[in-house]
Antibody, heavy 125, light 103 residues
Framework: EVQLVESGGGLVEPGGSLRLSCVAS????????MSWVRQAPGKGLDWIGR??????????YYAAPVNGRFTISRDESKNTLYLQMNSLKTEDTAVYYC????????????????WGQGILVTVSS | DIQMTQSPSTLSASIGDTVTITCRAS??????LAWYQQKPGKAPKLLIY???TLASGVPSRFSGSDSGTEFTLTITSLQPDDFATYYC?????FGQGTRLEIK
């Protein structure tokens, strides 16, 4: 069974930093593209970034609102995906989900499946 | 960037009804259109991908179709467990969501 488990969320002041982790099991992580998607309280889903598999170059892509502030990385030895968030703003308050990205790599079809349980990040003074 | 316009934003229906949710793309896209179900406090769950392929374990009362740039999620014979919020997704764009509530 594929499982994604996020950790590292919490309360941080505006301008601060936080790093989220997502441990994957049940998949060949090294062949899998991964994405982060967030959901502000009471709002819809927003894709924030993607990292290709190492074998596909490990290239990263970001949505405009987080480009230059957030960095996605991966550690194949730990089957772990990371989201480093710097210069946090109040509007970054959201539940953050990691998800397998089927735009390439080991799956195909452009969808996101499965998803982690989500982790809450609150940016407030 | 592709924009996905989803409608309606809220839908009221009764157990046993058939409902339709629509997603329109701002430009011609391929058939990589997915639908998700989300319940309060839970992660989204994949229902359908590549427009009409049912994800593993999803009941056959869920179906997807397309007509040009308009994509449709149909749920027949609504069950209590189906009342939730539904999102479409294409590439990195999600629709705004449709909240399906009990009438």
């Amino acid at each position: 069974e594929v499982q994604l488990v996020e950790s590292g969320g919490g309360l941080v002041e505006p301008g601060g930093s936080l790093r989220l982790s997502c441990v994957a099991s049940g998949i060949t992580f090294s062949n899998t593209w991964m994405s982060w998607v967030r959901q502000a309280p009471g709002k819809g889903l927003d894709w924030i970034g993607r990292i290709k598999s190492k074998s596909d170059g490990g290239t990263t892509y970001y949505a405009a609102p987080v480009n230059g502030r957030f960095t996605i990385s991966r550690d194949e030895s730990k089957n772990t995906l990371y989201l480093q968030m710097n210069s946090l703003k109040t509007e970054d308050t959201a539940v953050y989900y990691c998800t397998t990205d089927c735009s390439g790599g080991s799956c195909y079809g452009g969808h996101f499946d499965p998803w982690g349980q989500g982790i809450l990040v609150t940016v407030s003074s | 960037d592709i924009q996905m316009t989803q409608s309606p934003s809220t839908l009221s229906a009764s157990i046993g009804d058939t409902v339709t949710i629509t997603c329109r793309a701002s430009q011609n896209i391929n058939n990589w259109l997915a639908w998700y179900q989300q319940k309060p406090g839970k992660a989204p769950k994949l229902l359908i991908y590549k427009t009409s392929t049912l994800a593993s374990g999803v009941p056959s009362r869920f179906s997807g179709s397309d007509s040009g740039t308009e994509f449709t999620l149909t749920i027949t014979s609504l069950q209590p467990d189906d009342f939730a919020t539904y999102y479409c997704q294409q590439y990195t764009s999600f629709g705004q969501g449709t909240r399906l509530e009990i009438k």
